[in-house]
């Protein structure tokens, strides 16, 4: 296996993980070998709903055809990062186009062009959401500042940047409200949005770490508060999906059952340490994944209980028992973050979601069998 490839100081970890990551692929011959591809998702075949006569005025009654723009923060998953892989090298790309909470390509299964389709736009992008593939250069810094700030013309309203953990959403947030206020077609002020947020596996990655103040759950309880109540003094008219996130040391496992996958493995310690050491720092991965999770559930709470009527959060709890099932939902590429499949398996699970009452979500899917729900046409999300 290629070793790690060292990097000048002032240059963050990002850049090192990828560029160990290309030496690894042209060494090894990208990509890992599936034998077996599991079952394509089902076909969307929810019929158009009739627009609603007048725009809602709380957030409670909210139908699928209401939403007018997308938006979203969080880190690689949310990225797409090395969704894709060929020989060419472009898993060391974000295809953000099939994001499973944001992407707008067409034909990809994400939640943006699901309400499209259910509102007669079945091959338009959704207001926000994020198209095509990009290098992550704002991931990578420099002296600690980006080499790149967002690409409005791919990222759209996806604010996700790779490497990401819950104390930077702030710049995502500055991010967002800027953009969101020049789309075209967006009226800011009083068009109803959708903001969904995944944030917590890079702070689960360092968690096993004594003395990392910044993967405590107070940390974390801090920093989700503080941008929750930005979105809502900053971003009128928003349904915020507070999803919660899976159990990322189930990669680990996973990994295990290939050669190529094991081989990555040094790499995988420059980004998730936590999940490629002793079972004992995977058990705190997953108490502390926990923890986390009942942080969001709490908060939701909190903002139920003060009924807002053009702010709700609201916690999708869709990936809350999710293993990982096999290696086909698993990068090609690293071995680690999301698949094509499992970006539009993730998307449907939100869908649903999305669909279910409180009390009655779904907290796991199968992927080889996953059911997508159609709204009613009296149906508001949730």
């Known amino acids: ?56 005025v709380d957030v409670r009654h909210i139908r699928p055809t209401d939403i007018k723009a997308f938006m979203a923060m969080g880190d690689s998953i949310t990225a797409a990062f090395a969704a894709k892989e060929n020989l060419k090298l472009d898993g060391i790309r974000e295809f953000r186009g099939i994001s499973w909470a944001i992407g707008g390509d067409d034909g990809a299964y994400t939640v943006p062009n699901f309400f499209a389709r259910v509102s007669g736009h079945p091959h338009s992008p959704a207001l926000g959401a994020s198209l095509g593939d990009q290098i992550p250069l704002e991931a990578v810094k420099i002296k600690g500042h980006p080499v790149r700030d967002w690409d409005p013309r791919v990222d759209q309203l996806n604010g996700a940047v790779s490497l990401a953990r819950v104390g930077d959403l702030n710049t995502q947030m500055d991010y967002l409200v800027s953009e969101a206020k020049k789309i075209k077609g967006l009226d800011f002020e009083n068009d109803w949005k959708v903001l969904s947020i995944l944030i917590g596996a890079n702070n689960l990655c360092i968690s096993c770490e004594a003395g990392r103040k910044d993967a405590t759950p107070q940390y974390y309880e801090q920093n989700y508060r503080a ?127 999305m669909l279910q009452p409180e009390g009655e979500k779904d907290t796991t899917l199968d992927p080889a069998n996953v059911k997508l729900l159609c709204p009613a046409e009296d149906q508001y999300i949730s």
Request: glycine letters at 4%; proline letters at 9%.
């Open 1 to 56: 296996m290629p070793a790690l490839v060292k990097i000048k100081p002032g240059v963050n970890m990002f850049v090192n993980s990828v560029v160990s990551l290309v030496v690894a692929l042209v060494a090894l011959g990208c990509c890992a070998v599936i034998s077996a591809k599991p079952p394509a998702p089902p076909p969307f075949t929810c019929p158009v709903l009739t627009p609603s006569a007048a725009p809602p």
């Open 227 to 353: 941008i929750l109540e930005r979105v809502r003094t900053e971003i009128p008219k928003v349904f915020v999906n507070a999803v919660l996130m899976f159990n990322i040391s189930g990669v680990y496992t996973q990994q295990q059952t290939s050669e190529y996958c094991r081989l990555m493995e040094p790499i995988e310690k420059n980004e998730c340490p936590c999940m490629e050491r002793a079972d004992a720092d995977r058990q705190a991965m997953d108490l502390h994944n926990v923890l986390y999770s009942q942080v969001i559930k709490n908060i939701s709470a909190d903002y139920a209980a003060k009924n807002y009527t053009d702010f709700a959060v609201v916690v999708q709890p869709c990936f809350e028992s999710l293993p990982v099932f096999s290696l086909e939902y698993l990068s090609g590429v690293d071995c680690f973050h999301p698949s094509y499949l499992a970006h539009a398996a993730m998307g449907i699970g939100l869908w649903n979601n």
